[in-house]
C-alpha cells in the first residue's frame, strides 16, 4: 500500500494512492493515521480493505499536491558508499561499518517542487537512493525486529554540491544540506509485502539514464542499517535513513555529467513510484 501527503484547497491530508486515484484517508471516521499506525501491517491491511470497499473520498492525481512523506525530520542519516559498484567508482575500499553522514532536515522539498542550484556551485550532482522512515521509537533494535519499527519506504535524491563537499575541508554537511537537496517522495509505501532490500532502482536526467541497479547491491541491507543506528542513537517516527546511491553519479562520467538549471531528474525505485525534480537558477 502506497500512502501519500497531499495536498488540496488547501488542507494537508494523509492519503493512498491507488494508481491515478488518492483515497483522502482524512474522510473516515476517526483520526488520520500516525506513522506508528503506518508501522502496523494488521492497521495498513484494514486500511486496505477501507479503501477497497469505496469509503473515502477521492480525487485524481493530477488534482493535488504531493508533498514529502515527511516535511521536517528529525533526523535525516545518509550512508555512504554501500553499493559495492558506487565504491568502486569512488576508488574506496568497501566499508566494514556504514558510513554515515547527515543532511539538514531544512532541506526536505515536495515532488515535484524545483531544485534550486546555488549561485556559488559548480558541481551540482545527483543521487538516487531508496529511503525508509522510522514509524515507533528505536532502541537497541536487532536486524530481525527492525521491521517493525519502520513506517514504510520513499525515495530520496540526495543533491550535492560536490564542490563543497569535496573541498579541502571535506564539508559534506554543507555540501548536502543546501535548501532543497533533498527531493522526498511521491509515496510511502509500506513494509506490507515488500522486500526494500531487492528493489529497482534508477536515475534519468532529462530521459537520459545514469543509474541502473538494485538494492541486492547493497553492502548494508535496510534492517542491518536499522541495528547499527538504533545502538548508537535513539531512532523516533519522522526520522529518515537514505541507504546509499549506485554507481552512475554526474562527478564520475568522463567527462562529468552534472546537474544545470533547466535539468529535471527522474529518480525511480520500483513499488514506490518516480520522483520529479528540476533545476532551476537561484
Not at 488518492?22 to 473516515?28: G, P
Not at 477497497?52 to 485524481?60: I, V, W
Not at 544545470?260 to 520522483?275: D, K, M, R, Y
Request: charged residues 25%.
Amino acid at each position: 500500500m502506497r500512502f501519500v501527503r497531499f495536498q488540496s484547497g488547501g488542507t494537508t491530508s494523509w492519503g493512498a494512492l491507488d494508481d491515478t486515484t488518492v483515497h483522502d484517508l482524512s474522510t473516515l471516521p476517526g483520526p488520520e493515521p500516525t506513522l506508528d499506525d503506518i508501522s502496523n501491517e494488521n492497521r495498513v491491511r484494514e486500511l486496505a480493505r477501507t479503501v477497497e470497499r469505496g469509503q473515502c473520498d477521492t480525487y485524481d492525481v493530477s488534482e493535488v499536491s504531493l508533498l514529502a512523506p515527511v516535511s521536517t525530520p528529525g533526523k535525516l542519516v545518509c550512508v555512504g558508499l554501500n553499493y559495492r559498484d558506487h565504491a568502486e567508482e569512488a576508488d574506496r575500499d568497501i566499508p566494514e561499518e556504514p558510513l554515515l553522514f547527515s543532511k539538514a532536515p531544512t532541506c526536505v522539498t515536495n515532488p515535484e517542487s524545483p531544485v534550486v542550484a546555488p549561485n556559488e556551485v559548480t558541481q551540482l550532482d545527483y543521487e538516487v537512493e531508496l529511503a525508509l522512515v522510522i514509524g515507533r521509537y528505536a532502541r537497541n533494535v536487532s536486524a530481525a525486529d527492525a521491521e517493525e519499527y519502520i513506517a514504510g519506504y520513499t525515495i530520496l535524491n540526495d543533491v550535492s554540491a560536490r564542490d563543497t563537499q569535496l573541498s579541502n575541508d571535506e564539508q559534506f554537511f554543507l555540501g548536502k544540506s543546501y535548501d532543497t537537496f533533498a527531493p522526498l517522495g511521491p509515496a510511502l509505501r509500506s513494509t506490507v509485502d515488500y522486500d526494500p532490500n531487492n528493489v529497482d532502482i534508477e536515475m534519468r536526467v532529462d530521459g537520459e539514464l545514469r543509474q541502473s541497479s538494485n538494492t541486492s547491491e547493497f553492502i548494508f541491507d535496510v534492517y542491518d542499517l536499522v541495528e547499527f543506528l538504533s545502538h548508537r542513537l535513539t531512532l523516533r517516527p519522522g526520522d529518515v535513513i537514505s541507504t546509499g546511491t549506485t554507481s552512475g553519479v554526474g562527478l564520475f562520467y568522463d567527462p562529468p555529467k552534472l546537474l544545470e538549471p533547466g535539468h529535471t531528474c527522474e529518480a525511480t525505485v520500483e513499488g514506490i513510484g518516480t520522483l520529479t525534480n528540476t533545476v532551476v537558477e537561484e
